[in-house]
């Protein structure tokens, strides 16, 4: 059962009202131009050396210990006080989110993760020369091995009203990484409940209904497991009814998470990508997400489709990587596809009829198998959620 205040209409209305006297500001493509990376991006999947010495952990023997509830997920739509990043890599398109999210999202903070110091300070003056707002950002100093903060990030719920961390087993040998939840969990004084299953959270989803989807690409990574166990993790753990869907092909998305073509955009309401019926490559891609649409419809959702397809380059594109904030939500465009970018908007803009679309380049990112959703996590709430924003106005 969702835990709800009686406050929640008093209190979004005072953040309207405190939304409506912010200025939003974009950040200079000049100055976006002028950034560099510290260090370069691994790609989303794995690096030839780590698939070499990368098995599966054996997670038998960890033991089950989950919240003791009534446990809550809220949907990434609802209301959240922060979002949270690793600088370092993809510089100017974390810093070309960060200005928007700085001066457009009243009472949020922006959470960034930077390896010691001089990477603060230096992050600092980046992103203040592009216009953000520094008093919204909150620095966390920690090492840590990549940008993907979605697949390992810490996953936040609520255990009987106070916000807690649910953790997994990061499914790359990326030990940084992996330790990144517990490091939040001790500097914040929130309560860590090890999942004991081997997962990227990017392959996940779900609605404030208690619905969550994933690819069966779950299973694989957790053999021992049968599906059924596998929920009931998810209903322990996270308060969540977990539906598993087939993957798209590895050849066409190498990471099969279901963050790269599905985007959950309200109450019964979700995008998912739409892939030419052309055949050949696309013939599972497109079979998978018809199939989901059949499926969502017939239950009710309200279903938006964006284009998907794969480039001359290999990459899988897809405007579902996409980031819903508040107020906010940022939405991929790419170089060289205006009648897809133009598309794709025209669809949010529907989907979101009270939110601001705020398109961001993710051109580069794209070809690492990964877009903006992959490299943030939302912060909800802590003490009570709010419902969505789709009867207010932005």
């Not at 210990?65 to 446990?71: I, L, Q, R, S």
């Not at 989807?213 to 166990?229: D, G, H, W």
């Not at 939405?331 to 961001?360: D, K």
Request: net charge negative.
């Amino acid at each position: 059962m969702k835990l709800r205040k009686l406050m929640l209409v008093l209190v979004s209305a005072m953040a309207a009202g405190v939304a409506a006297a912010e200025s939003m500001r974009l950040a200079d493509p000049a100055v976006l131009a002028t950034i560099r990376d510290d260090v370069p991006t691994p790609p989303r999947g794995f690096l030839p050396e780590e698939r070499a010495r990368w098995v599966l952990p054996d997670l038998s023997r960890m033991p089950l210990a989950p919240p003791t509830g009534p446990v809550d997920t809220p949907a990434e739509y609802e209301r959240n006080d922060g979002l949270m990043i690793r600088w370092g890599s993809q510089n100017a398109l974390l810093t070309e989110m960060a200005v928007p999210i700085t001066t457009g999202e009243p009472d949020m903070t922006l959470h960034i993760v930077v390896a010691d110091s001089n990477m603060q300070a230096s992050a600092s003056s980046t992103l203040q020369s592009a216009g953000a707002n520094l008093s919204r950002v909150n620095f966390i100093i920690a090492p840590t091995n990549s940008v993907w903060m979605r697949d390992y990030g810490p996953r936040f719920v609520s255990d009987a009203g106070r916000r807690s961390i649910v953790d997994h087993v990061y499914n790359r040998p990326r030990p940084l990484d992996d330790a990144l939840p517990g490091v939040v969990s001790n500097l914040w004084s929130e309560p860590k409940f090890d999942i004991p299953l081997s997962h990227g959270g990017g392959n996940f989803h779900l609605f404030d209904n208690g619905v969550a989807f994933m690819t069966t690409l779950i299973q694989n990574e957790n053999p021992a497991l049968s599906a059924q166990q596998i929920r009931d993790h998810y209903l322990q753990y996270q308060g969540l009814d977990l539906t598993l869907v087939p993957p798209l092909p590895a050849s066409f998305d190498s990471t099969q998470h279901i963050d790269m073509w599905m985007l959950p955009a309200g109450r019964k309401r979700v995008i998912l990508s739409q892939y030419p019926n052309t055949g050949g490559v696309y013939t599972t891609p497109r079979q998978v997400t018809e199939d989901v649409a059949t499926q969502l419809g017939g239950q009710g959702y309200t279903v938006f489709r964006t284009p998907g397809w794969r480039g001359s380059n290999g990459a899988h594109y897809t405007y579902a990587n996409s980031v819903i904030l508040n107020r906010n939500v940022l939405l991929c465009r790419f170089t060289g596809f205006e009648t897809e970018n133009a598309q794709a908007l025209a669809t949010f803009q529907q989907a979101f009829p009270n939110r601001n679309i705020v398109q961001v380049d993710c051109s580069g990112i794209i070809t690492l198998a990964g877009a903006i959703h992959c490299i943030v996590m939302h912060v909800p709430t802590a003490y009570f959620y709010f419902e969505n924003f789709e009867d207010s106005p932005p």
